[in-house]
């Protein structure tokens, strides 16, 4: 069993398969501080001064001892434009490896086979044959 999930383990898919987590959770961070850091002050500020991480709806005030309840749709909205920006990055990566995949697909491998001689062309080769023979 230890054998099998050795090789399960190192198959190169599977490998694959973590870096790409790793890296995704590794973009995921910069795409979130890109939102979080860099376009939402400068829509908040375009929309007047908005913060969107502190929009919220409160629901129940918060006092000393109980804490406040509130639906805080800002923090969604920045969420759902994290999420935007991953997916089209990703559909703009997957597009280009296609188009590569595409290009490498449209290259022949091998020249094309000349076309075949026509009736005349081989008549003519068989009158030249017979020439040479005599």
Same mark, same amino acid.
Do not use: N
């Given at each position: 069993m230890l054998k099998e999930f050795k090789a399960f383990a190192m198959r190169g898919n599977v490998m694959d398969l973590a870096v790409g987590v790793i890296i995704g959770g590794a973009f995921g961070k910069i795409v979130a501080s890109l939102v979080n850091d860099l376009?939402?002050?400068?829509? @908040?500020?375009?929309l007047g001064g908005v913060n969107f991480a502190e929009l919220k709806w409160v629901i129940t005030p @918060?006092?000393? =001892?109980?804490? =406040?309840?509130?639906i805080r749709? @800002?923090?969604?909205?920045?969420?759902?434009?994290?999420?935007?920006?991953?997916?089209f990055s990703i559909f703009m990566i997957i597009r280009a490896i296609n188009a590569t995949k595409k290009k490498e697909e449209e290259k022949p491998d091998a020249p094309p086979a000349p076309? =075949?001689?026509?009736?005349? =062309?081989v008549?003519? @080769?068989?009158i030249r044959d017979i020439l040479k023979a005599k």
């Open positions: 376009l939402m002050p400068i829509v @908040g500020m375009l @918060g006092t000393e =001892e109980i804490a =406040e309840a509130a749709y @800002g923090a969604f909205i920045q969420s759902i434009v994290d999420f935007l920006i991953v997916a076309p =075949e001689p026509s009736k005349e =062309e008549r003519l @080769g068989e």
